[in-house]
């Protein structure tokens, strides 16, 4: 009889704890944190494709960014929320929790890193390798809205805060010609596909090479203006760069990394082509110098015995 108690006992006790799980509520908390999640995933993609079109202003845009990342942090609130009246109340609907907070993070992370930025960096939008004179944008200034960042270089004090935070924004000397360099520097731009509004290759003595483009960011695609001018050098030639955002008081260091990478590309683009001529010739004076010593080269005297 033991045993078939036992037997009978079994099922009906998975039976009754089956139907006591089954019957748990789920957390009402962890149902809107997962819905938030995911309208907030929906708005922010909305938002990111409305700034990178540029179908309306940029404040409207923005908003509709804005409102995404506010419904993340909403969905990270209910999710923990949702936690404290799971651990007390034993309901159903961890696994949602942790959808939405996993969501809300994800969506929050770059925001976060952004703002750690702009703590550490100065409030500066506008970086060149000459605050001195500037390189002045032309074709770009016609391009950019009446409430987009002035075009007018902000002066020392910006020029003081950029060297604090940016000091390898430097001019930059190649060895190869004006020319050479400009072209490096178009092929270089048309690799990272920036729009390039305006273009003048330097004429000796009359005028400076300029390269005026649009680069953009690579989440939002905010536009930024970026210029480029080779003048002649003792060495060769010297290249100033300037790039300034449009909109925003701060760029975050975009502008100064965006500096600093695409004058090191010119820098090993022109190296390359200025070392390679030389090692042709270094090679042809070589085989020129054997040659000479071989034709200098008197035969030995034979050895006759007398």
Known sequence: MGSAEAYLQGPVRRAYYARRFQADPVSKLAVWARRVAGFSVAVL???IMI???GFLEIIPSLAAFGAGLLLAAFAILLALGAFVVIWRNGNAGFGMAVTALFV?????AYPTYLAARAYKLPPIYDITTDPIDPPRFEAAARLRPREANPIVYAGLRTAELQKEAYPDVEPLIVTGTPQVAYDT???I????KWRVVDARAPIPGRRDGRIEAVART????????VI??????PEGARIDFRSTSRYGR???????SRIVSLSTAIDDAVGELVEKPSEAVKKAKKAEQQQQQKKNAKPAPNDKRR
């Open 218 to 225: 690579p989440v939002l695609g905010f536009r930024d203006d």
């Open 250 to 256: 701060h760029d975050f260091g975009t502008n100064a």
């Open 104 to 108: 809300g993070i994800a969506i929050l």
């Open 185 to 187: 520097a178009m092929t």
């Open 51 to 53: 700034v990178r079109s």
């Open 189 to 192: 731009i048309n690799k990272r």
């Open 45 to 47: 993609l909305l938002g």
């Open 228 to 233: 480029v001018r080779i003048r002649p050098d």
